[in-house]
């Protein structure tokens, strides 16, 4: 008699626990329905992505890793035609060993004296500008045809002749540039110049984002999780390359996780440098927590949702550190000041040294509600959608105050920010 009193006890228990989630999903779900700022900043996103393609006011390229970020939500404001044209610019610019640039201007607007510009004569209306410090340029190109045949089923892009290639066979080149070019044999993994997590700055010149004689080559997490991400999407669009490629992202997987994730402090280290720092040799990097190369590493699938959980706690809790406004923060600690040439990463907390860029902390949103963590995506996203409400528009990045910096009219934070509202609006919490 006692068993089944027992049996049925923890029965009861297991009820009222499963009433208690359902209504507090169903409190989640009418909160997110009722916010206010939601339709607001979806509304606002909509109005500024009207605009234009160029990443936002101050800026007169397209820029192919911005356009990643803003090009599903211009699919439900342009004609697709327009989306792919942008697209096929970049193919027609791209390098003669497959390198992708990293935004065109119309060739008009070049003045006097600018000379880092790229031309192409399969596209002489525009000129092509290259950070060439980034390892990014071609898997974000990649990353954004797959998101344009996803949002608007239109995969004839892929067929397109650019010269005497494919657009097919244009993408492979692009990756193949990255094997050839930037790939290290020692560690399986693709390297760039020594920046700040995802930024385009290196510490060693005044301008910082060309690489020249003064370079340290570095790997890290954003370059390498951004190629996973690319190679995945490539095999989706383009399934008769999964033998060749598959087996080459299966190794960047498993050498990010050997060679990148620290075990034991559960985060990803900042470089491995393939000569040496370009700090002092006292300086203990490893201190820095990289919160946009962590968000991606999400997105390509290299954190299991236990690490996933731990990664977002170290977030909250070094945002609490910094005193900052939100999960789109940086890094933290920033490197000290006087750490990089340009003056634009100095103080701390400024620009790409600590400053707060929602483009990258939408992201790391849309990740967790993908992995189930509504609720603490719903908590962590309540700063970043009130300052666009509270300044009346997407800035470029906020100061460590919260106070609005660079564009006002940042289309990446507007397309990563839409991206989440929605991925809430249709999500359904863990259980």
Same mark, same amino acid.
Request: charged share 25%; no cysteine; hydrophobic share 35%.
């Given at each position: 008699?006692?068993?089944?009193?027992?049996?049925?006890?923890? &029965?009861?228990?297991?009820?009222?626990?499963?009433?208690?989630?359902? $209504?507090?999903?169903?409190?989640?779900?009418?909160?997110?329905?009722?916010?206010?700022?939601?339709?607001?900043?979806?509304?606002?996103?909509?109005?500024?992505?009207?605009?234009?393609?160029?990443?936002?006011?101050?800026?007169?390229?397209?820029?192919?890793?911005?356009?990643?970020?803003?090009?599903?939500?211009?699919?439900?404001?342009?004609?697709?035609?327009?989306?792919?044209?942008?697209?096929?610019?970049?193919?027609? #610019?791209?390098?003669?060993?497959?390198?992708?640039?990293?935004?065109?201007?119309?060739?008009?607007?070049?003045?006097?004296?600018?000379?880092?510009?790229?031309?192409?004569?399969?596209?002489?209306?525009?000129?092509?500008?290259?950070?060439?410090?980034?390892?990014?340029?071609?898997?974000?190109?990649?990353?954004?045809? =797959?998101? =344009?045949? $996803?949002?608007?089923?239109?995969?004839?892009?892929? %067929?397109?002749?650019?010269?005497?290639?494919?657009?097919?066979?244009?993408?492979?080149?692009?990756?193949?540039?990255?094997?050839?070019?930037?790939?290290?044999?020692?560690?399986?993994?693709?390297?760039?110049?020594?920046?700040?997590?995802?930024?385009?700055?290196?510490?060693?010149?005044?301008?910082?984002?060309?690489?020249?004689?003064?370079?340290?080559?570095?790997? %890290?997490? =954003?370059?390498?999780?951004?190629?996973?991400?690319?190679?995945?999407?490539?095999?989706?669009?383009?399934?008769?390359?999964?033998?060749?490629?598959?087996?080459?992202?299966? %190794?960047?997987?498993?050498?990010?996780?050997?060679?990148?994730?620290?075990?034991?402090?559960?985060?990803?280290?900042?470089?491995?440098?393939?000569?040496?720092?370009?700090?002092?040799?006292?300086?203990?990097?490893?201190?820095?927590?990289?919160?946009?190369?962590?968000?991606?590493?999400?997105? &390509?699938?290299?954190?299991?949702?236990?690490?996933? $959980?731990?990664?977002?706690?170290?977030?909250?809790?070094?945002?609490?550190?910094?005193?900052?406004?939100?999960?789109?923060?940086?890094?933290?600690?920033?490197?000290?000041?006087?750490?990089?040439?340009?003056?634009?990463?100095?103080?701390?907390?400024? =620009?790409?040294?600590?400053?707060?860029?929602?483009?990258?902390?939408?992201?790391?949103?849309?990740?967790?509600?993908?992995?189930?963590?509504?609720?603490?995506?719903?908590?962590?996203?309540?700063? #970043?959608?009130?300052?666009?409400?509270?300044?009346?528009?997407?800035?470029?990045?906020?100061?460590?105050?919260?106070?609005?910096?660079?564009?006002?009219?940042?289309?990446?934070?507007?397309?990563?920010?839409?991206?989440?509202?929605?991925?809430?609006?249709?999500?359904?919490?863990?259980?």
């Amino acid at each position: 008699m006692k068993k089944y009193l027992a049996i049925i006890t923890i &029965a009861l228990a297991f009820n009222a626990n499963a009433q208690q989630h359902s $209504k507090t999903d169903q409190e989640l779900s009418t909160q997110i329905a009722n916010d206010k700022d939601f339709q607001f900043v979806k509304d606002k996103a909509l109005e500024i992505i009207s605009e234009g393609f160029t990443a936002g006011d101050g800026y007169r390229e397209v820029w192919i890793r911005d356009y990643n970020t803003f090009i599903s939500i211009a699919s439900k404001v342009y004609p697709k035609e327009e989306l792919k044209e942008n697209l096929l610019v970049f193919f027609r #610019m791209q390098g003669e060993d497959g390198n992708i640039i990293d935004g065109f201007s119309p060739a008009e607007s070049i003045k006097e004296g600018e000379t880092d510009f790229s031309y192409s004569e399969l596209e002489p209306r525009y000129a092509g500008h290259k950070n060439t410090v980034e390892t990014d340029q071609e898997t974000s190109l990649i990353q954004t045809v =797959y998101k =344009y045949i $996803k949002a608007t089923g239109d995969d004839s892009i892929l %067929d397109e002749m650019v010269g005497e290639k494919t657009v097919s066979e244009r993408l492979e080149w692009a990756m193949e540039f990255l094997m050839n070019e930037r790939y290290v044999n020692e560690y399986g993994l693709i390297w760039g110049a020594t920046t700040a997590d995802w930024g385009d700055v290196q510490p060693e010149h005044a301008w910082g984002v060309d690489l020249d004689e003064n370079t340290h080559r570095a790997i %890290d997490v =954003y370059d390498n999780a951004m190629m996973i991400i690319a190679l995945n999407n490539l095999m989706d669009i383009l399934p008769d390359t999964r033998t060749k490629w598959n087996p080459i992202k299966e %190794d960047f997987a498993k050498n990010v996780r050997k060679y990148l994730w620290d075990k034991k402090e559960q985060k990803f280290i900042p470089h491995i440098y393939l000569e040496e720092s370009p700090f002092p040799i006292d300086f203990n990097e490893r201190e820095i927590y990289y919160f946009g190369g962590t968000a991606i590493a999400i997105e &390509a699938g290299l954190l299991s949702k236990k690490e996933i $959980k731990a990664s977002l706690d170290e977030m909250i809790s070094r945002v609490k550190q910094a005193g900052a406004p939100s999960i789109g923060l940086t890094i933290y600690p920033p490197y000290p000041e006087g750490f990089f040439a340009n003056k634009i990463m100095n103080p701390i907390y400024s =620009y790409q040294n600590g400053g707060d860029w929602t483009w990258f902390g939408g992201r790391m949103i849309l990740e967790l509600v993908k992995n189930g963590f509504v609720k603490e995506a719903y908590e962590q996203i309540q700063p #970043m959608t009130a300052r666009v409400v509270k300044n009346n528009g997407f800035f470029e990045w906020y100061s460590v105050n919260n106070e609005p910096r660079g564009s006002g009219t940042f289309k990446g934070s507007a397309g990563v920010l839409y991206d989440a509202i929605e991925a809430l609006e249709n999500a359904k919490n863990e259980k």
